[in-house]
Structure formats: structure tokens, C-alpha cells
């Protein structure tokens, strides 16, 4: 059973004013460093990870390294890619203690995870388990970083359990038909199953941030949940019907220039499933957007 952090006074052991390499760090707001200073946080994330000993982990932003040690000693292979130079001597030192670490001084958003980390580093050290990705990610580019791992790495990760605002947990999970479904919704939900493990106060974190956090897990699929003609034309699809969210489906297909598709086609592929004509997209499940892109490519 894991612990669970709701609620609790995160004062136990406090990681503020951590010297990292010997040098006072002091977090930089331009890259989302908002450092975990409450370690029962970090082990109810590793503890929502799962991870066996054979498992290879990837952190993005590992930061001071809190998180990163307690990976090293529970995963088999650990990859650890920080953006800021600044960090890298007290994770390289922190490299030096676990043969099974990596750190990376690179922009994850610029690194191809296959080729650089599973191909480049965890293939030839071994790998036995599965890859899963592990970490308390910049809010700054949340979304970006989510998508990159889902549609880049679907087929090579088992899970992601990640730290986010709270709000984007909650578009994660939102149902059909209310103000936080979106695109980031039917995505998430194509790509993963994804669960709310547990919510972090602003106060387990130095400095604090402006929002509440949540832990999620998004286990990745192993099938697709449905069937698609074109996984590119499903995701335009979604992008059109929620880019103009106060227009009815109709006219927000109709109206996006990619989709080539008229008003009158659409009306009549939603009477033929049973939809109202006048709909608008944030009503359809995933799977229903599914079944409207392969009727608009047949
Ligand atoms: N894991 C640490 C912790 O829990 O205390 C730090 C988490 S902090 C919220 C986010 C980390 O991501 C920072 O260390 C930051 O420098 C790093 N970061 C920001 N943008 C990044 C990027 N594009 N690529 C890799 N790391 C990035």
C-alpha cells in the first residue's frame, strides 16, 4: 500500500536551501524550478511508479537530484536529462555514487528519447524491464513534454507518473460534455489510461508554486482503444472540433481549412450516428471522434 500525501504538514525533511555541488542554488522561475522539499512526496511517486528492479527509468528535469537518488537505488537503469548547466556538477556527483545513472545536460523537448536514451544509453547497459518515464515536470511546458512521450514513445514506455498542476490532471481525466474535455483529454485517453494517484500542497515545494499540484499515472495502452483509419487525421479531427469550441461540430469542421469537408457531409455523417446535427465536439467521446474520422475519410 502506498502512503498517501493529502493533507499532511510537509515539514518533516525539508530539502530548502539545498546546496547543490557545494554552491547555494537559487531556483530559476523561467524553468519551472520548483524543487520537491518533502521526501514523503518522492516516495509516494516512486511508489506510484511501480518500478522493479529490473525497470529503466527516465527523469526529466531530475533538478537537486531528491528524486533522482531514491531512483537510482529502486530501478535497474536510471536517465536523468536536466536542461540547466547550472545542476549538472551535484548530478554528476550523484552519477559518480550509482553506476546505473546517466545524467544528461540536454532540453528534453529537444532529445529523441529512442535513439538518445533507450538506444544510446539503456540498451547497451542492459536493459531487462520496462522504460518508464518518472518526474516532477516544469509546468511551463507540460503539455508539450506529455505529447512528445505519447506520440513519439507510445510504443517504448509502460507508463509515465508525473507531477503537473492539478487543473491539467483534471483535463486529463475530464468526461465528455464539460469545460475541461478537450483535446489534451482525447489524447491522453487514445494514447493511455491515465489516474489522479494523489494531490501535492503548494507547501512541499521550495520555492512554492502559485497552483496546487497532482501526481497522475497515464499507463500506456497496448492496443489502441479503437480502430482508425488515419491516427493523423483523427488528431486533426480533434484539433478542428476544439479550436473553435463555442461553434457546433459542423461548423467547426467546416470551417477548418485542412479538414476539406463541408457543412452539409458532416451533418450528414453525425445523423447517421444518431447525433444531433447541431452538436458541439466537446459532447463526443474519444471513440465516437473516432468513428466520425474514419466515416469522413470513407
Ligand atoms: N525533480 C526535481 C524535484 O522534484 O525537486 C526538480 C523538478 S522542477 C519542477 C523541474 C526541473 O525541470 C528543473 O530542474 C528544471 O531545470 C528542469 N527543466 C526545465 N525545462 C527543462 C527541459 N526543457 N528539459 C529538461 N529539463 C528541464
Same mark, same amino acid.
Given at each position: 500500500?502506498?502512503?498517501?500525501?493529502?493533507?499532511?504538514?510537509?515539514?518533516?525533511?525539508?530539502?530548502?536551501?539545498?546546496?547543490?555541488?557545494?554552491?547555494?542554488?537559487?531556483p530559476k522561475k523561467s524553468l519551472g524550478q520548483?524543487?520537491?522539499?518533502?521526501?514523503?512526496?518522492?516516495?509516494? %511517486?516512486?511508489?506510484?511508479? =511501480?518500478?522493479? @528492479?529490473?525497470?529503466?527509468?527516465?527523469?526529466? #528535469?531530475?533538478?537537486? +537530484?531528491? $528524486? &533522482?537518488?531514491?531512483?537510482?537505488?529502486?530501478?535497474?537503469?536510471?536517465?536523468?536529462?536536466?536542461i540547466d548547466?547550472?545542476?549538472?556538477?551535484?548530478?554528476?556527483?550523484?552519477?559518480?555514487?550509482?553506476?546505473?545513472?546517466?545524467?544528461?545536460?540536454?532540453?528534453?523537448?529537444?532529445?529523441?528519447?529512442?535513439?538518445?536514451?533507450?538506444?544510446?544509453?539503456?540498451?547497451?547497459?542492459?536493459?531487462?524491464?520496462?522504460?518508464?518515464?518518472?518526474?516532477?515536470?516544469p509546468?511551463y511546458?507540460?503539455?508539450?513534454?506529455?505529447?512528445?512521450?505519447?506520440?513519439?514513445?507510445?510504443?517504448?514506455?509502460?507508463?509515465?507518473? %508525473?507531477?503537473?498542476?492539478? =487543473?491539467?490532471? @483534471?483535463?486529463?481525466?475530464?468526461?465528455?460534455? #464539460?469545460?475541461?474535455? +478537450?483535446? $489534451? &483529454?482525447?489524447?491522453?485517453?487514445?494514447?493511455?489510461?491515465?489516474?489522479?494517484?494523489?494531490?501535492?500542497?503548494?507547501?512541499?515545494?521550495?520555492?512554492?508554486?502559485?497552483?496546487?499540484?497532482?501526481?497522475?499515472?497515464?499507463?500506456?495502452?497496448?492496443?489502441?482503444?479503437?480502430?482508425?483509419?488515419?491516427?493523423?487525421?483523427?488528431?486533426?479531427?480533434?484539433?478542428?472540433?476544439?479550436?473553435?469550441?463555442?461553434?457546433?461540430?459542423?461548423?467547426?469542421?467546416?470551417?477548418?481549412?485542412?479538414?476539406?469537408?463541408?457543412?452539409?457531409?458532416?451533418?450528414?455523417?453525425?445523423?447517421?450516428?444518431?447525433?444531433?446535427?447541431? %452538436?458541439?465536439?466537446?459532447?463526443?467521446?474519444?471513440?465516437?471522434?473516432?468513428?466520425?474520422?474514419?466515416?469522413?475519410?470513407?
Open positions: 500500500m502506498c502512503p498517501q500525501t493529502d493533507g499532511f504538514n510537509g515539514n518533516n525533511e525539508t530539502r530548502r536551501d539545498r546546496q547543490a555541488g557545494g554552491e547555494f542554488i537559487r520548483n524543487f520537491l522539499n518533502d521526501m514523503r512526496v518522492v516516495q509516494d %511517486i516512486l511508489c506510484a511508479a =511501480e518500478l522493479g @528492479e529490473n525497470d529503466a527509468v527516465i527523469e526529466v #528535469g531530475p533538478g537537486l +537530484g531528491v $528524486m &533522482t537518488e531514491k531512483l537510482a537505488e529502486q530501478a535497474g537503469l536510471v536517465a536523468a536529462v536536466e548547466s547550472a545542476l549538472i556538477p551535484a548530478l554528476k556527483k550523484l552519477e559518480e555514487r550509482f553506476g546505473n545513472l546517466a545524467v544528461i545536460n540536454r532540453d528534453i523537448l529537444k532529445t529523441d528519447v529512442r535513439k538518445d536514451i533507450i538506444e544510446g544509453v539503456f540498451l547497451p547497459r542492459g536493459l531487462g524491464g520496462s522504460v518508464k518515464v518518472v518526474a516532477n515536470l509546468y511546458i507540460t503539455t508539450p513534454i506529455v505529447m512528445k512521450f505519447l506520440e513519439e514513445n507510445a510504443s517504448d514506455v509502460d507508463s509515465l507518473v %508525473i507531477m503537473v498542476q492539478k =487543473e491539467v490532471a @483534471e483535463r486529463m481525466i475530464a468526461p465528455p460534455g #464539460g469545460k475541461d474535455y +478537450g483535446a $489534451m &483529454t482525447v489524447t491522453v485517453n487514445y494514447f493511455s489510461e491515465p489516474e489522479i494517484m494523489f494531490t501535492v500542497p503548494p507547501h512541499c515545494f521550495h520555492p512554492r508554486p502559485g497552483v496546487d499540484s497532482a501526481v497522475v499515472r497515464l499507463k500506456i495502452r497496448k492496443e489502441p482503444p479503437f480502430e482508425l483509419i488515419s491516427r493523423e487525421h483523427f488528431f486533426l479531427t480533434v484539433r478542428a472540433a476544439f479550436s473553435q469550441r463555442r461553434k457546433t461540430l459542423t461548423n467547426a469542421l467546416a470551417n477548418a481549412p485542412y479538414m476539406n469537408v463541408t457543412r452539409e457531409k458532416v451533418a450528414e455523417i453525425l445523423a447517421g450516428m444518431g447525433k444531433d446535427v447541431m %452538436i458541439r465536439g466537446e459532447r463526443l467521446s474519444p471513440a465516437e471522434f473516432g468513428q466520425l474520422s474514419n466515416l469522413l475519410i470513407k
